[in-house]
């Protein structure tokens, strides 16, 4: 499984930018896709993830702000960041859970290259 993650960049305080990250290769089912980040000295942490069914979830300190959705069809996931703060300010890792086959609900994670998000005047 491959997952080539586009979008990121510098941005002011209060702008928008948009993440999009694709996967490819051999899967049955992504039950899971999602964005999770990692500022400097900090550990990695979940951003938003997208249940194949649609079902969202999101940290608190993205709630109202950004948006994630996906495409079954295609196999994407796109992160949109509005009101963007300094403290957004992170490498972004686009991430899917995979299930390999349908005689296994067993998933394994994989992670895309990471995109840099910076956040400031």
């Known amino acids: 499984v491959q997952l080539q993650a586009f979008g990121g960049g510098l941005v002011q305080p209060g702008g928008s930018l948009r993440l999009s990250c694709a996967a490819s290769?051999?899967?049955?089912?992504?039950?899971?896709m999602g964005w999770y980040r990692q500022a400097p000295g900090k550990q990695r942490e979940l951003v938003a993830s997208?249940?194949?069914?649609?079902?969202?979830n999101y940290a608190d300190s993205v709630k109202g702000r950004f948006s994630i959705s996906r495409d079954n069809a295609k196999n994407t996931v796109d992160l949109r960041m509005n009101d963007l703060k300094p403290e957004d300010t992170a490498v972004y890792y686009c991430?899917?859970?995979?299930?390999?086959?349908?005689?296994?609900?067993?998933?394994?994670?994989?992670w895309g290259q990471g995109t840099q998000v910076t956040v400031s005047s």
């Open positions: 991430n899917v859970d995979v299930r390999r086959s349908w005689s296994s609900t067993i998933t394994y994670k994989y």
């Open positions: 290769g051999s899967m049955f089912s992504i039950p899971i």
């Open positions: 997208v249940t194949s069914g649609g079902s969202t």
